[in-house]
Nanobody, 119 residues
Framework: QVQLVESGGGLVQAGGSLRISCAAS????????TGWFRRAPGKEREFVAS????????VYADSVKGRFTISRDNAKNTVALQMNSLQPEDTAVYYC????????????WGQGTQVTVSS
């Protein structure tokens, strides 16, 4: 049974940093594309960043490019999102998700972790 568990969310002041992490059981991140998504209050879920399954190619939403960094630790089987220069508009529930090589969409999702940025 696959389970993704996010951790590390919390409250931070604008301009601060936070690192959130996603741990997996039942799958190996290096065999999947892994993405971070977020849903702000009253808004649709949006893509934040992803890392590919093989060589770890990263992709970022324009809104976070240069501020957020996605990384993978194969030994620990975790994927992290380092978030710097946080702004109130980054406030959201952040979710990690995985997509298999032949899947059309992300297959597995975590329960989310709340990130709140105060002004």
């Amino acid at each position: 049974q696959v389970q993704l568990v996010e951790s590390g969310g919390g409250l931070v002041q604008a301009g601060g940093s936070l690192r959130i992490s996603c741990a997996a059981s039942g799958l190996t991140f290096s065999n999947y594309k892994t993405g971070w998504f977020r849903r702000a209050p009253g808004k649709e879920r949006e893509f934040v960043a992803s890392i590919s399954w093989n060589i770890g190619t990263t992709v970022y939403a324009d809104s976070v490019k240069g501020r957020f960094t996605i990384s993978r630790d194969n030994a620990k089987n975790t994927v992290a999102l380092q978030m710097n220069s946080l702004q109130p508009e980054d406030t959201a529930v952040y979710y990690c998700a995985t997509k298999g090589l032949f899947s059309a969409s992300y297959d597995y999702w975590g329960q989310g972790t709340q990130v709140t940025v105060s002004s």
